[in-house]
């Protein structure tokens, strides 16, 4: 079973490949294997860890220890393009529905923790590589977008920063726990989403945003 997933213009986003011998892929898209996840009350769920970039020379990252868990609305069943609910997160919760999908996911990795105790060090290890694949791309948007700045507002030489100096990114990581309850990345989100969804989501990108601009603050006032 493989999944297929668009590029960010599609508004299906992830659809099921049924048929490999007539799917046509197309220009951005990624084909994984569908993987056996691990279930919480029968429920699959996606992990989001929040990353900050505050540098680009030396290259420093902080992660967010509070991540975030995104349950499907359906139990898990075999995948098919007809039960999509029960493998991927919908984001428009149904009219009049309870169902808290997104939670704290400290309790979570907490629990997967005393099957697997390096889990948080795992996805704080995959989470510091996956960036860094990325890495060359960052250093050269970050002096195009200083370029187009400077240029704009006629910033003398003498007044520039050095762009790899001058960089502050949050990025959402995406990862999915197996059955075997390893954390695997499926997705790297560079301008992740700040709509909240349920009460939960809504207090959390507070505090969220808030830890982020007070990092911010104390790296400014102390370089």
């Not at 393009?81 to 704290?104: A, C, H, L, Q």
């Not at 060090?121 to 890495?135: D, G, H, P, T």
Request: proline share 5%; net charge positive; hydrophobic share 40%.
């Amino acid at each position: 079973m493989w999944v297929n997933k668009n590029d960010v213009q599609s508004k299906r986003g992830i659809t099921l490949i049924e048929d490999t011998d007539n799917f046509e892929p197309g220009v951005n898209t990624t084909i994984q294997p569908f993987i056996s996840p691990y279930l919480i009350d029968g429920y699959k769920f996606d992990i989001r860890v929040f990353v900050l970039i505050t540098n680009l020379r030396p290259f420093t990252m902080f992660i967010y220890r509070d991540c975030f868990a995104y349950f499907c609305s359906s139990p898990f069943t075999s995948p098919t393009s007809e039960n999509r609910d029960s493998y991927v997160f919908k984001k428009k919760p149904s009219p009049g529905s309870t169902f808290m999908s997104i939670r704290s996911a400290r309790n979570i990795l907490r629990d997967i923790s005393s099957r697997n105790k390096s889990i948080w060090k795992e996805i704080q290890r995959i989470s510091a590589l996956a960036v860094l694949s990325i890495y060359k791309q960052l250093r050269v948007k970050a002096i195009e977008a200083c370029k187009i700045n400077d240029e704009k507002y006629d910033i003398d030489d003498n007044s520039k920063i050095n762009p790899l100096h001058r960089f502050f990114n949050l990025l959402g990581i995406d990862f999915l726990i197996d059955a075997d309850k390893n954390p695997l990345i499926i997705g790297i989100n560079d301008n992740p989403g700040m709509r909240a969804i349920n009460d939960y989501d809504h207090h959390s990108k507070i505090e969220l945003v808030k830890s982020e601009m007070n990092l911010i603050a104390a790296i400014i006032k102390n370089p």
